[in-house]
């Protein structure tokens, strides 16, 4: 591949402008729930602009589409891809980038007539946001055979129709196989940051080292409803001030164990919520991320510890549930470390950091070596309409996404 | 008086249960709101007891109902009373105790000939509660002169109807004139404690040294609403994480205050509420109260300027608005004290404290010395249907009630 190959970044930007009509909502942003109408309309486009350049299209049983650029040997291709299924407010670039970045780099090296050496595979794997249907990243977990097809099929949705029926209706229940017979011999996923860090740090490409572990739990304060006025301090079983200290807690936890350890107390409910009343009841979930197995635990344990001993202390009721336990992902610190040097190449501020939210990639991590690029969205802003990257930023990601992709298949 | 003379416990417990059976719910409450038809069923009962018992009885133009037993001189009377109106799910003993009480003493100088020097007088005063028109304890205060007639008669209730209506329709629009040319020599009013400290610790009757100060705020925080897992800590502004703060502070701040200084966050809402995004609003109400103007103002200094402090280090916009501020109220040492000696002297176990809740005897304060004997609370529990004062401590309180009107009385 020639040195100064780059892609042509105004046909990348018009095809997710070309994308994003297909589901349209006011503000600028996109409504393609999985496997709805929409979907099917944007799988239909993209699928075609797959064929127009010449890929060798299949569809599997769980709706994964995979288009394939020969290469000069046979044997498992460098694969690149993500999504197309937005949330119910989504954006334009949350998923689709990567697809779309995947083609562009396809059709850069068609226009410069690069042949490489290991075929390339562009991707989009069916329900990775899971507004539709549980879980999320459905499409990527059955293509790795880390969920059985026959239970995802099953998946029943938020209208009552199962996958396997919206898979039939849109035409999407292909015959490809999937499970652990799927080789592929490398996976990079150029992706929208979907925090804030990048932009705020004025970093155009981030080197994504892994994907935080996650650890939901909630808790049910249990204490005794009485009068703001006549009950002293000391009587007092406040279920709320519990709820308040686990989540002055969880910030000083996060602070003190550093690194990537982020911790978030967003939901928080008392009862019976009035003013002159000591609250008997709390409910509040802290998440907890971090990049790190072990941290994390131990994040867990200084959590569960702190919030049993200030139950006690307050004679409060404690009860805890996990309501999503997912381990960290480490990418490939070989990938990692060739996408900081490709963008230090070309140019670009480039910082490492872990991804937040989950991703196809990191599922793809249990069959090959796998890495993502980041670039920055526009005041961390995602899930939203106005989810937003400047086609500056996009060209440099599809740059790097282009050599990395050219060094991979050789 | 004979030192000997004792209420008839029986008879009060009689009358309570009597008049508890007006406007009875499911579980043993009490709805009656004021200047229903269950309040009007509720005077008609208690003033015909009155009369009954050969008291002078007057209404006042706001519905205050007034009766007075002669004494050997004419001139201000020694007051006793308190409330017959109830909250919606109210119990039988707040209120209703102290004016049946205030009945049953002058039942038993009838039945044992005894003549005082000055009248005495008990009362029932209209909406105390405050749960049907705003403000509450309307009939002391309009009775006392510090709430303009007009203004009482023209409020509009939660249906939209006036005082003024109600009061005609139920028949209590009274003749008798209101203001500040009622003279009282004394005001003492025996009450349900409502909260746990006397059944905690085992006393029988309170001597109650005044009404708590109430200063009620609340704070509106306005964050960023931000994804829990790509926002790193340091760039956070966690209206949720501001609100908990605050929330553990005025816990900090009861206790470094000591005293009656009581602090309680009883509502508390954060948007969008959801676990996995940083919430980008909280609104909270912190209800201060203490016995001591000096000390519920710096209570109030110090957490304004932490939820300054706090809201400004985490980059989070603060707005607070008081939502009600009542200064305290000392009764007469000399009545309290009397309560005591009076409670030893009878062999009952007694405490001073503070009452958390508001009372007509805090604005009768305001034209005469002015004094409450509080008996326990089971479980300090009230305004709800499981209200429960044993007949013990009601016949304990009455003997207390009876002796101190006596000696007021000459």
């Not at 550093?258 to 979930?285: D, E, I, K, M, Y």
């Not at 049993?308 to 996990?322: F, I, K, M, P, S």
């Amino acid at each position: 591949m020639r040195d100064d190959l780059r892609i042509n970044g105004e046909r990348l930007s018009a095809r997710i402008a070309r994308l994003g009509q297909v589901g349209a909502i006011a503000g600028g942003g996109v409504a393609r729930l999985a496997l709805t109408d929409q979907d099917k309309e944007g799988r239909d486009l993209v699928a075609g602009w797959m064929r127009e350049q010449g890929l060798a299209v299949t569809v599997d049983a769980i709706g994964n589409v995979v288009g394939v650029r020969r290469g000069k040997e046979a044997g498992p291709p460098v694969m690149t891809g993500s999504h197309i299924d937005t949330v119910r407010t989504g954006g334009r670039y949350d998923g689709n980038l990567g697809v779309l970045a995947g083609l562009e780099v396809m059709a850069t090296l068609d226009d410069a007539g690069v042949e490489t050496r290991r075929p390339l595979a562009v991707a989009f794997f069916t329900n990775e946001e899971g507004s539709r249907f549980q879980p999320d990243m459905m499409g990527s977990l059955v293509y790795v055979g880390r969920l059985p097809l026959e239970k995802a099929l099953a998946t029943v949705g938020i209208d009552g129709s199962t996958v396997e029926e919206n898979l039939a209706r849109i035409g999407y229940a292909g015959g490809a196989p999937v499970g652990q017979g799927n080789r592929v011999h490398a996976y990079v996923e150029l992706h929208v940051e979907q925090g804030p860090v990048l932009e705020a740090e004025g970093f155009t490409i981030g080197a994504v080292e892994g994907v935080q572990g996650i650890s939901w739990t909630e808790f049910t304060l249990t204490g005794q409803s009485n009068h703001a006025g006549t009950t002293p301090m000391r009587m007092r079983h406040d279920a709320g001030l519990v709820a308040a200290e686990i989540a002055t807690f969880a910030r000083r936890l996060a602070k003190e164990l550093g690194g990537h350890q982020v911790a978030t107390v967003g939901a928080l409910t008392l009862s019976p919520n009035l003013v002159n009343v000591v609250p008997n009841r709390a409910v509040l979930t802290v998440d907890l991320r971090n990049t790190d197995e072990a941290r994390l635990k131990e994040a867990e344990r200084r959590l569960f510890a702190f919030a049993a001993e200030v139950a006690g202390a307050e004679g409060v009721g404690l009860e805890r549930r996990a309501l999503a336990r997912f381990e960290p992902v480490a990418f490939a610190p070989e990938l990692v470390s060739r996408v900081e040097s490709i963008a230090r190449g070309l140019g670009h501020p480039v910082r490492r950091l872990p991804s937040g939210a989950g991703h196809d990639a990191q599922i793809l991590a249990s069959i090959c070596p796998a890495c993502m690029i980041f670039v920055p969205s526009a005041r961390g802003v995602s899930h939203n309409v106005e989810e937003f990257t400047s086609p500056v930023d996009i060209e440099a990601g599809g740059n790097v996404l282009l050599r990395l992709l050219c060094e991979l298949a050789g």
